[in-house]
């Protein structure tokens, strides 16, 4: 699904009520059956107990850690050599192989949104909220992006939330 609309027309504020992170004074959000908010009925369940991810528009990588190793906190428990193998393969997934070792102050813009995606697909979730990730790569390399989105949604059967000018 996607979000369009003019900037301040409340996609983000959308995409934050979805995770948990702003109560609407209404509002229902369900996610697989399961009731999350539901102001009429006094529901809300906390953005943890959510199990989504989220990838804004300002990355949120951590700065001292490499691509690889950003990834990697995402990753719950497991060998720190599983871990690595995991979170390479989700790198790959966004076409960031052969950056593994690259800080964020190295990467590109659009490389950054990248590892920021492949962070959030590391976690077990049950929806994946994207508010403008790959506003910073070039037309090409965003189309591409949003081939292997809809790839990654068919393969893990969750719903993603796409905030996007560009349809």
């Known amino acids: 699904m996607a979000l369009v609309g003019p900037s301040g027309s409340g996609k983000t504020t959308t995409l934050r009520a979805i995770a948990g992170h702003h109560r609407p004074r209404h509002g229902l959000v369900t996610c697989n059956g399961l009731t999350w908010l539901d102001t009429t009925a006094g529901i809300d369940i906390p ?33 720190p050599v599983a871990r690595r193998r995991q979170a390479g393969e989700l790198l790959a997934r966004v076409h960031l192989t052969g ?9 590109s813009g ?7 995606v492949a962070r959030a697909l590391a976690r077990r979730l049950d929806a994946l909220l994207l ?4 506003s ?7 189309i591409r992006l949003y081939g292997e989105l809809a790839e990654i949604r068919r393969q ?12």
């Open 131 to 134: 508010d403008e990730p790959f």
């Open 110 to 116: 659009g490389q950054q949104q990248r590892v920021a």
């Open 156 to 167: 893990l059967s969750m719903p993603i939330i796409l905030v996007t000018h560009d349809i």
């Open 99 to 107: 950056l593994d070792d690259a800080k964020p102050a190295q990467l």
């Open 47 to 79: 953005a943890r107990r959510r199990h989504v991810g989220m990838v804004f528009q300002s990355y949120a990588l951590f700065p001292h850690l490499t691509a690889i190793e950003n990834v990697m906190e995402a990753l719950a428990g497991g060998a």
């Open 136 to 142: 910073a790569v070039d037309r090409p390399t965003r």
